[in-house]
């Protein structure tokens, strides 16, 4: 079927159930992020594949809304499917509910899924509707019409050892023990799929990409349980849990166990799913905090650290043989934007201990690289010769570690007017990683020092600055950011975030230069202790693109110290043409 056809038997199932407008969030029960195959439900409706946005449809309408990263995608892949685009956060584009409520008409019906709907959510659509006397209801109806949906995968689970982890099982769950009496909760329900393998010392496969299983963990005073598919945990996995004093249960006996909890004080993220609320509710009480793991698995250890700064040298390498490969065969071989993909990936295999990627590399030719997120996909990738600029935002997965990095590079001729711009977003992430700043400084506070050189020629970028990133573990990672929306979570050492300003202008080129840093103590003086950030990428920037004149000394002196660091974290791994080629690359500005 194709989207249009698709929206028009999810009408038909509607019309059958009375409903005036129905929500297809992209989440599965565990409201991750990246989904497994089987809980794409929004990608499957609407066409889109984008991360992040939702389809709502009424009797004679439906609309996508997303952000700013995705407003040219979702252009080009929603185009034919009867759904309108919704820009979410430009001006003029109206709240989703606002919307709903002003299409159906009063005393209307709305449905969700609720397994697939965060309590958040929930919360406010009720809200809101109820003062319209609209009723909300939980019914699956894209199950009737989504007949191939996958299957959960029988991929193995597998032990993160302390070595790598850092902390123990036992110690992990001692603390979040520690918070839970703090707080004075009796239940604890993690659902978020890698606050679940972060708590257990646990890795698996389940979603692509990021190295989770689907399970859950149900932690009270005396016992701690995990929910999973007790077939897929290798042995080595299941003495682990033996040994920290996990019980295992099936996955789906989760629901159930929730009915046999009475009068308890259960700590839950109000993220979770509306499910869980629904089975607990009637016989107990709540209390809606972010779970304690989650902010403990932000501030990584010093064994996660220097798990970080390793696998930063082994994919250093793999991006400077890869970039000599791509600029020295551009134009004389066969290439396009997936191959090319394909390539890099290649050459991070060619490192130990590496597991995958950590996202779909995103490698935008010319004007696809003003597509933030855009995905290459084989039969439709665009030719790529030795002319204009390529945009790779790439990472692995490796055991020790997770990586994220973005060139910029100029494969022929470009204009000045891009050498520029892409000096100004190099500049504002340079400015951001020479920053020092007191202790309590939130994400929100630093985000403007990034975009202060675009914003002094009246440029600006649709995304956030930087995000956080987990110790093989998600790429994306709660709980801080640096972006321009309000995040009350202040940066604490140990948490390691990217760094990635960048300019699009569509139609004809993308920029973002991205490496990954870490907040490290600097100082403490009379005003306070103050905090900065240790770069942990280490992969040269392209000086051909650099207009020296647009820099300052002290951000020259920045970028030829970096080089210089470059050079003696991945010179000794090189030889040959591409070690001169390299040692010219890292040459003083």
Not at 164 to 189: F, N, P, W, Y
Not at 256 to 272: G, M, W
Request: glycine fraction near 8%.
């Amino acid at each position: 079927m194709t989207s249009k056809e698709k929206v028009a038997a999810l009408r038909e199932e509607m019309q059958k159930n009375n409903v005036d407008a129905f929500i297809v969030y992209s989440a599965d029960p565990h409201m991750s992020e990246y989904l497994p195959e089987e809980w794409q439900e929004r990608a499957w409706l609407s066409g889109f594949l984008g991360s992040a946005g939702f389809v709502v449809v009424t009797k004679d309408k439906a609309g996508l809304w997303t952000d700013g990263r995705y407003y040219t995608q979702a252009a080009i892949e929603l185009e034919g499917s009867g759904i309108d685009l919704f820009k979410d956060g430009l001006e003029g584009t109206p709240n989703y509910i606002d919307w709903i409520i002003s299409e159906i008409p009063a005393n209307g019906k709305v449905a969700v899924n609720a397994l697939a709907t965060s309590h958040a959510n929930w919360e406010l659509l009720t809200q809101k509707l109820n003062s319209k006397n609209i009723t909300l209801v939980d019914l699956p109806l894209l199950k009737e019409i989504w007949k191939e949906r996958g299957t959960p995968s029988k991929n193995p689970i597998f032990v993160h050892p302390v070595e790598r982890a850092g902390k123990s099982v036992t110690d992990k769950i001692a603390a979040i023990r520690q918070k839970m009496e703090e707080l004075e909760a009796t239940v604890h329900i993690i659902s978020s799929l890698d606050d679940v393998a972060w708590t257990l010392n646990l890795r698996g496969s389940d979603v692509e990409s990021n190295p989770v299983f689907l399970g859950y963990i149900i932690i009270t005073k005396n016992d701690a349980i995990l929910f999973t598919g007790l077939e897929k945990l290798e042995v080595e996995a299941r003495k682990s849990m033996d040994d920290s004093f996990v019980k295992m249960m099936p996955y789906e006996e989760f629901s159930n166990h929730l009915k046999t909890f009475r009068n308890e004080n259960v700590l839950i993220s109000p993220n979770s799913n509306q499910s869980i609320f629904e089975a607990l509710k009637s016989e107990n009480q709540f209390i809606k905090a972010p779970v304690p793991g989650n902010l403990m698995k932000a501030q990584k250890n010093e064994t996660e650290l220097e798990g970080f700064r390793k696998v930063m040298v082994r994919d250093g390498v793999a991006m400077v043989k890869f970039l000599y490969w791509l600029t020295h065969n551009a134009g004389k071989e066969a290439m396009n934007e997936y191959s090319i993909g394909e390539k890099l990936r290649g050459f991070r295999a060619e490192g130990e201990n590496f597991v995958g990627e950590s996202f779909g590399s995103i490698v935008g030719y010319k004007d696809n690289g003003a597509i933030m997120h855009y995905s290459a996909k084989s039969e439709r990738s665009k030719e790529v010769t030795n002319d204009a600029s390529i945009l790779v935002d790439s990472g692995g997965q490796y055991l020790e570690g997770t990586t994220d990095i973005t060139r910029t590079l100029a494969l022929g001729a470009v204009s000045d007017e891009f050498k520029r711009n892409s000096t100004l977003v190099l500049q504002g992430m340079i400015r951001l990683s020479m920053v020092k700043f007191p202790k309590g400084t939130k994400g929100v506070q630093l985000d403007a020092i990034a975009r202060l050189p675009l914003w002094m020629t009246g440029k600006d970028y649709n995304h956030g600055t930087g995000h956080g990133v987990g110790s093989f573990m998600n790429v994306h990672e709660e709980s801080q950011n640096i972006r321009k929306d309000m995040n009350p979570q202040e940066l604490l050492v140990g948490m390691v975030c990217s760094n990635e300003p960048g300019f699009y202008v569509e139609g004809e080129y993308g920029i973002r230069h991205e490496n990954l840093i870490a907040v490290r103590e600097s100082e403490k003086t009379a005003f306070g202790t103050f905090y900065e950030f240790e770069t942990l990428t280490f992969c040269p920037f392209f000086k051909d693109t650099i207009v020296k004149e647009i820099l300052s000394k002290e951000e020259i002196a920045w970028l030829n110290n970096y080089h210089k660091t470059c050079e003696e974290k991945i010179a000794p791994y090189l030889e040959g043409e591409v070690k001169n080629w390299f040692l010219e690359l890292v040459s003083p500005l």
